[in-house]
């Protein structure tokens, strides 16, 4: 089945160490998008990648980063954790970013900062 | 400040209840996504609307968007303890890509 996957599905990580979450997906979807999700609230849009261009949106911290390699591949790069990074890290693909290209969204890893 | 209010935040029902979860914008929604996201785990989208007045429905869930396309509303029938999790409405303002999310309603179905 095409679907969207991330990897790990939970990590633990240490103030200041960096950290890199994976994704994947079979759905050939030319953008991809990474979320971020803190208790209890909404998701919030970090970034996202149509093809090989790369957004940011304007209040993502200097401390995420991201890399798409290739169509099937995305990665999150968190520089140096602070416990506020403590969160859940969505990942979504849609086939296009158009208002109706529905966005299909990986389980989640959550990530904890020591 | 939220720019897509959910109500209520939380929902407690007995199993083979019906119940209704809103999603309020203040601006105009180009396209309004509901999804459904279990504890710890990604959403899963259930259903899209676009265009005023429309209506669509899934099994036991109906949506509808009303003709303003500044409200929509999610309609569980006969509610079953599958239908426990929190469900999430997104909304495209027209710039494409970007969804905005509510906080979420917390649907707790007992048996």
């Known amino acids: 089945d095409a679907m969207v996957i991330q990897n790990p599905r939970y990590q633990v990580t240490q103030f200041g160490k960096p950290v890199t979450l994976s994704c994947s997906q079979t759905l050939n979807h030319n953008v991809m998008y990474w979320y971020q999700q803190k208790s209890s609230q909404a998701p919030k849009l970090l970034f996202h990648?149509?093809?090989?261009?790369?957004?940011n949106e304007a209040d993502t911290p200097d401390n995420f980063q991201s890399r798409r390699p290739n169509t099937s591949f995305c990665f999150l790069d968190i520089r140096s954790p602070g416990l506020g990074d403590a969160a859940m890290y969505l990942c979504a693909t849609s086939r296009d970013a158009q208002s109706t290209d529905t966005q299909y969204f990986g389980p989640g890893t959550r990530l904890t900062v020591l | 400040s939220q720019e897509l209010e959910q109500s209520p935040q939380s929902l407690i029902v007995q199993e083979g209840k019906n119940l209704t979860i809103n999603c309020t914008s203040s601006k105009t929604l180009y396209g309004l996504y509901w999804y459904k996201q279990k504890y710890g785990e990604g959403l899963i989208f259930l259903m899209m609307?676009?265009?005023?007045?429309e209506e669509k429905s899934h099994e036991k869930i109906t949506a509808k968007l009303d003709e303003k396309k500044q409200q929509s509303s999610l309609h569980i029938t006969a509610s079953q303890p599958s239908h426990a999790g929190i469900y999430l409405c997104?909304?495209?303002?027209?710039?494409?890509?970007?969804?905005?999310f509510g906080k979420g309603t917390l649907l707790t179905v007992n048996p």
């Open positions: 997104g909304a495209d303002r027209g710039s494409n890509y970007k969804l905005t």
């Open positions: 609307l676009q265009k005023g007045g």
């Open positions: 990648y149509y093809d090989k261009d790369f957004n």
